[in-house]
């Protein structure tokens, strides 16, 4: 089968480049980003669908921060682009595998999300994230939307790379231990869309995916202290105290049940992959 993968210089494209040679060889894989296809213009995702079996998108307007004043140009990228890889993918009879996240929910609650709660998203993202999913599903395209959470990886920016970065220049650091969720490591996820894109006929739908447990971002920061040996002090602090334009949930751990079942993951615990993760960014 024909694989096209969009957004494939950001963290989890680059894990699919991976994916593509150790786990999906018998698949033949199409690697785009923006300057080889720009998934805002519908005719050239028509054109560039061709034959395909499948679309991954990985593509994304992921900056949280700026999504609140540039929400148009997320809702281009986020939404309008998904429709159009919806409408590819319809008219080839493609799959489409699609990435949204843990921002179209709310903060309310302490259990885990599953794949049936209902979506409020706090800010101009996940807004966009979520009529992204809608446009997907009403496109009537075949599809699978893994929502995940906390991505990071050794491509690009990301939290353990900022903190790696932060520890090695300071004595000691305040990260805030009111928000809690689960890391997803990028080559964990996409390891399950090579298992997805290796299954025949999969399930459509929504899933939810992170890695295993549950932890704050302080945790997380002590955790690759730890790992990386660092003598930075990490101290637990309040949201409050890093004012910002957007609301962040303060409980998104996302439960992995449905996505574990329908497609016989086995999901590693997220201090296995950060310990991963960690040694290769020092090896690096
Ligand atoms: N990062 C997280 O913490 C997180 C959390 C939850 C969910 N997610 C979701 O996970 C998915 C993967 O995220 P990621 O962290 O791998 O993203 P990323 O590293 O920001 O990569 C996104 C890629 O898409 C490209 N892109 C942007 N606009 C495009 C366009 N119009 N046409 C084609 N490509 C375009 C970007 O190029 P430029 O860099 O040049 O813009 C970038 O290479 C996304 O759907 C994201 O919403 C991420």
Not at 60 to 71: F, G, L
Not at 185 to 203: R, S, V
Request: hydrophobic share 40%; aromatic share 8%.
């Amino acid at each position: 089968m024909k694989v096209l993968v969009t957004g494939s210089n950001g963290q989890l494209g680059n894990e699919m480049r991976r994916v593509a040679t150790e786990m999906c060889s018998g698949h033949e894989f199409i690697f785009t980003d923006v300057a080889e296809l720009d998934i805002t213009d519908a005719a050239a995702v028509l054109e560039a669908a061709k034959g395909v079996g499948a679309i991954v998108n990985c593509a994304a307007y992921t900056n949280v921060d700026a999504a609140e004043d540039n929400e148009d140009v997320a809702y281009l990228i986020n939404a309008t682009a998904a429709a159009n890889l919806a409408a590819a993918a319809k008219a080839e009879g493609a799959l489409l595998v699609h990435v949204s996240t843990d921002y179209v929910f709310g903060g309310e609650g302490n259990t885990p999300r599953t794949e049936e709660l209902a979506t409020n998203p706090l800010g101009a993202y996940g807004r966009t994230k979520l009529a992204g999913e809608q446009a997907i599903l009403e496109s009537g395209c075949r599809s699978v939307i893994i929502r995940t959470a906390w991505l990071y990886s050794i491509h690009g920016k990301n939290f353990v790379k900022t903190m790696l970065s932060l520890m090695a220049g300071r004595p000691s650091l305040n990260v805030v231990f009111d928000q809690v969720g689960t890391p997803t490591y990028a080559g964990d996820l996409a390891d399950a869309i090579g298992t997805i894109l290796n299954t025949p006929a999969p399930a459509e739908g929504v899933y939810h995916y992170s890695n295993e447990g549950v932890c704050s971002w302080y945790d997380f920061a002590v955790a690759i202290g730890q790992l990386a040996g660092s003598p930075c002090q990490v101290n637990p602090c309040h949201s409050s105290e890093f004012p910002s334009k957007v609301e962040r949930p303060a409980f998104s751990v996302l439960d992995k049940t449905k996505i574990r079942t329908a497609f016989n993951l086995t999901i590693p615990h997220w201090q296995t992959s950060l310990k991963r993760c960690v040694a290769m960014l020092q090896n690096s």
